[in-house]
C-alpha cells in the first residue's frame, strides 16, 4: 500500500468507527458484480412490449455504449485507490472545482439509480415464491371443471370466458389478494401485501450476507454466480442449437403503433420515441456492470485489478445480454413476448424452462434458478449503493452517520439505509406493474445523470489533473466519444422516460435535487463550510488547488446542453 493509500485509510478510519479491508482482487470483484447479467430479466419483457421487434437490437446496442463508456470509468477509477463507492466517487471530485453542489449530484443520483435494484428485485422474486407456495390456477376450454361449470343450469347461457373466469376466482388462494393497507400516492400505489412481507424477509437475507463484508459477500456469490451465470448462458445457446428460433419473429422491423400491443408501427416520429424509451430502460441493466469498480479501495493492488474488474464484468455481460433477449424472442415472438407473465417477469421462468426443452421438475429448477438470479442482482445492489454511501459520507457529501463499518468491513449504516428506503420503495413495487416501473423510470432518470456527469469528469480530469499517474489510460479517443455518449444518453432520458410514465422525468428531477438540502446540513451544517483533508489525498492537492479551473467555462456549457438536450428531446419525441 503506498504511503498516500495508507494516509488516506487512516484519515477514514479516524472519521468514523473503522473502514473497508483490502480482502479481495478483481475476480471478487466479479463475482460480486455477477448480478448485473440478471438485471436483463427485470425489463425484457417491458421492453419488447414497449419496442416490437427491434427490441433484441435495443439490448445489443445498449451494451456495446455500456462497453465503450467503461473505457471513461476504468481510467478515473485508477486515480482513486483509496476511495470505494464507483464513477460517481471518482466522478464527482472533477466536478468540485466547478460546483460544491453539482459534485455531490453525481454521488446522489448513483445511489438513486442502483438502490431501488432491491424493492425491484425482491418484488419479482417474492411473486416466484408466492407463485411456488400459492398458485393461482390455471383453466382452459378444454378443463373438465369448464365444462362442469358450464352443465350447471345456473350458468346458462355463459361461455367458457366466463366459466374460466369464475373458477380462477375461486380457486385463487386469498393470500394472492390479501393486503394489511393500500393506497395510492401521487402518480402511484402502494400495498403492504404478501408480496411486500416476502420481500421484506429477502432483504433482511441479503443484509445477513453482506454484514459479513466484502470478501464473505464475494464467496457467497461466486457460487451463486456460477448457479445463475451458467444456466443463463445455456438458455442464450441451446434455442440456436436446436433450430428452436424462428427468424420470422425478427421481422419486420419496425417499433410497434402503440406499446403493448402487436400491431407494426412505422419509423415515424412515435415509433423513434417508443425505441428511444427502450434504449432509455434498457442503459439502467446493461450499463451497470460498472459497478465492479465500486470496490476500489478494498483490491489488494488497485492499479492492475480495477480495470481488469470492469472490463471482465463487461464482456461477461456483452455475451448474455446479446444471447438472452435474442433467444427470447426468436423463440416466443412478439405476442409471447407481450404477455403479462413475461411483462410483469413472473413468467420468465417458465418461458426458460421451455426454451431448454424441460417442462415440470426442470420448470422448478428455473424458478429456483430465477430467486437466485434475483437475490444475485439484490446482493450487488446492496454492495455498490452501500459504499457509495459510505464513501459519500467519508469525503463529506453525505452525512456523517454513514461513515462506520463493522469489524467485518461492512458498511452497516449504509446497508441500514438502503434497507429501510428499499422497504418504503417495495410497498410501491408490490403494488401493480404500473407503479413497479414508475419506480424503475425515475430509478434510471438518476442513473442517467450520474452517467452524463461521469461521462464528462473523464476530460475534466484530463485537463485538470492530466500530471497525476494513471495505472491505466484509455485512448483519447474513447474519452471524447464518451463524452458525445453523455448527449445522447440525456436523449434517451428526454425521450424516453414519458414512454413509461408521463411523470417520471420530472419526478426523477425532483429525486435528484433533494440531494441540495442532504449536502447542505452536511457540509454546512456538519462541517463548518470545509470538506475533510483527506478527501483530496489521492490527487495529492490541497483545497487551495481546488481554485484553480484549467477546464474554464467548459464544463458549465456541458450542463448547459446536457439540459437543454433533455428539455429540447422530451418536447420533440412525442407518443
Not at 411486500?196 to 424477509?201: D, L, S
Not at 450476507?209 to 441451446?238: D, E
Not at 453523455?486 to 414512454?499: L, R
Request: with cysteine.
Amino acid at each position: 500500500m503506498t504511503t498516500t493509500t495508507t494516509a488516506t485509510a487512516t484519515a477514514s478510519a479516524q472519521a468514523g468507527d473503522g473502514q473497508l479491508h483490502r480482502t479481495i482482487d478483481w475476480r471478487g470483484a466479479f463475482w460480486v458484480a455477477s448480478g448485473v447479467p440478471a438485471l436483463v430479466l427485470f425489463s425484457i419483457g417491458g421492453i419488447a412490449g414497449t419496442v416490437g421487434t427491434p427490441a433484441y437490437l435495443i439490448w445489443t446496442a445498449s451494451i456495446i455504449l455500456g462497453l465503450i463508456q467503461s473505457f471513461t470509468y476504468a481510467e478515473i477509477a485508477g486515480l482513486f485507490p483509496s476511495k470505494s463507492g464507483g464513477a460517481s466517487v471518482y466522478g464527482a471530485t472533477a466536478w468540485l472545482r466547478y460546483s460544491k453542489f453539482i459534485a455531490p449530484l453525481s454521488v446522489w443520483c448513483n445511489w438513486l439509480a442502483w438502490t431501488p435494484v432491491l424493492s425491484l428485485g425482491c418484488s419479482i422474486a417474492a411473486a416466484y415464491i408466492l407463485n411456488a407456495l400459492a398458485p393461482i390456477p390455471g383453466f382452459t376450454e378444454t378443463s373438465p371443471e369448464v365444462a362442469a361449470w358450464l352443465a350447471d343450469p345456473a350458468n346458462a347461457g355463459k361461455a367458457a370466458a366466463d366459466a374460466i373466469a369464475a373458477l380462477t376466482a375461486a380457486g385463487t388462494p386469498a393470500i394472492r389478494n390479501w393486503t394489511l393497507f393500500h393506497g395510492t400516492l401521487g402518480p402511484v400505489s402502494f400495498s403492504l401485501n404478501s408480496v411486500f412481507f416476502i420481500g421484506v424477509i429477502l432483504m433482511l437475507v441479503t443484509f445477513a450476507i453482506q454484514h459479513r463484508g466484502i470478501l464473505g459477500t464475494a464467496n457467497v456469490q461466486k457460487f451463486i454466480g456460477l448457479v445463475v451465470i451458467i444456466p443463463m448462458l445455456i438458455v442464450g445457446v441451446v434455442p440456436i442449437l436446436t433450430g428452436q428460433i424462428n427468424w420470422a419473429n425478427y421481422s419486420p422491423l419496425v417499433p410497434l403503433a402503440a406499446a403493448y400491443a402487436p400491431e407494426p408501427g412505422s419509423w415515424n416520429v412515435a415509433g423513434w420515441t417508443l425505441v428511444l424509451g427502450g434504449m432509455f430502460i434498457a442503459a439502467w441493466s446493461a450499463y451497470a456492470f460498472e459497478t465492479a469498480i465500486c470496490y476500489t479501495s478494498e483490491f489488494k493492488n488497485p492499479g492492475r485489478d480495477t480495470v481488469r474488474a470492469i472490463f471482465y464484468s463487461g464482456l461477461l455481460c456483452l455475451a448474455l445480454y446479446t444471447l438472452v433477449p435474442f433467444t427470447f424472442q426468436g423463440v416466443l415472438g412478439l405476442n409471447g413476448m407481450l404477455a403479462t407473465p413475461i411483462v410483469d417477469g413472473s413468467g420468465v421462468a417458465d418461458a426458460m424452462a421451455h426454451m431448454v426443452g424441460g417442462a415440470g421438475f426442470i420448470t422448478s429448477i428455473m424458478v429456483m434458478l430465477m430467486i437466485l438470479a434475483l437475490m444475485l442482482s439484490i446482493m450487488t445492489a446492496m454492495a455498490g449503493s452501500s459504499r457509495t454511501l459510505y464513501q459519500g459520507s467519508v469525503d463529506g457529501w453525505l452525512p456523517r452517520y454513514l461513515n462506520h463499518t463493522n469489524e467485518h468491513g461492512a458498511p452497516t449504516r449504509a446497508m441500514w439505509t438502503d434497507l429501510v428506503f428499499n422497504v418504503f420503495l417495495l410497498a410501491i413495487a408490490a403494488a401493480d406493474a404500473t407503479s413497479f416501473f414508475f419506480v424503475l423510470a425515475v430509478s434510471n432518470c438518476g442513473y442517467i445523470i450520474f452517467n452524463f456527469l461521469n461521462l464528462n469528469s473523464g476530460w475534466i480530469h484530463r485537463i485538470d489533473n492530466g500530471h497525476i499517474h494513471r495505472p491505466w489510460r484509455a485512448p483519447t479517443l474513447l474519452i471524447a466519444v464518451g463524452g458525445v455518449l453523455s448527449y445522447v444518453n440525456a436523449m434517451f432520458m428526454g425521450a424516453g422516460a414519458k414512454v413509461w410514465n408521463p411523470w417520471a422525468l420530472w419526478a426523477g428531477f425532483i429525486a435528484a435535487a433533494l440531494i441540495i438540502p442532504v449536502f447542505w446540513f452536511r457540509h454546512y451544517i456538519q462541517d463548518g463550510g470545509k470538506f475533510p483533508e483527506h478527501m483530496l489525498d489521492d490527487l495529492g492537492i490541497s483545497q487551495e488547488d481546488l481554485k484553480v479551473r484549467k477546464a474554464g467555462i467548459l464544463p458549465y456549457l456541458t450542463l448547459v446542453a446536457g439540459l437543454a438536450v433533455v428539455l429540447l428531446a422530451n418536447w420533440f419525441f412525442v407518443i
